[in-house]
């Protein structure tokens, strides 16, 4: 039974290991053994091993994630050329790019739930041909990247806000703010200077209370409810 099979039949013991790969438990880095024919996997037909270049314990968890895990980017059963991987239609990358760009990564650090790994589900990592998108493994396609969330956009956060996008950002001038020609920039609006210059002089000269006519406002607040 091989790797990809043994997980189909929710061996526990596969579970374990192959969640115990994706966290990086030191003792799996390296197996110092050959792996390709591991778990009874070896094809008669192929003769002492089965040639598969994902079975590399010079690749730090190469061998255990070869023998604990199946590969979501590449169900083949052997791989000797990683072409074949890619050009493969059950390649989650495949629909979604050109020949020359469907290259999948399985990138352990992104896969270290538990429940996800008895579920079958993965995450992988593909290349988008679209600029400003990024591979959703939870869709199965390119998806907009949101620069105003991610904090990679290039607006100034004192003067502008953020707009995303499809496949990039603007920036726009905040409220009080409008966009100079001259300058290129967004400055403060001369109609809002001129409102709150009026504001603070209303203020100034509107009579101040005194503590007693403040007491007796509320008094009287207090007297009407009543």
Request: charged share 25%; glycine share 4%.
């Amino acid at each position: 039974m091989c790797p990809i099979e043994r997980f189909q039949w929710r061996v526990t013991a596969s579970y374990y290991m192959c969640w115990y790969t994706m966290k990086s438990e030191p003792a799996l880095e390296h197996l110092s053994d050959k792996c390709d024919n591991f778990a009874a996997c070896l094809d008669p037909y192929l003769g002492p091993n089965n040639a598969d270049n994902r079975a590399d314990d010079a690749t730090p968890y190469g061998c255990a994630l070869y023998s604990f895990c199946p590969d979501p980017c590449c169900p083949i059963k052997h791989l000797t050329r990683p072409e074949n991987c890619w050009n493969n239609r059950d390649n989650p990358c495949f629909g979604a790019n050109p020949a020359g760009q469907r290259e999948c990564v399985v990138n352990r650090s992104q896969n270290i739930d538990f429940t996800d790994i008895i579920l079958n589900r993965w995450n992988v990592s593909c290349s988008c041909p679209q600029k400003g998108f990024e591979w959703s493994s939870f869709y199965g396609l390119c998806v907009d990247v949101d620069e105003c969330v991610t904090a990679t956009h290039t607006c100034n956060p004192e003067r502008e806000v953020c707009l995303n996008l499809p496949g990039g950002f603007k920036c726009a001038c905040k409220w009080g703010h409008t966009f100079s020609a001259k300058t290129r920039n967004c400055t403060p609006s001369d109609a809002l200077t001129h409102l709150i210059l009026q504001e603070e002089e209303a203020e100034e000269e509107a009579p101040k209370e005194t503590l007693w006519e403040k007491f007796v406002k509320v008094f009287k607040g207090f007297a009407i409810g009543d």
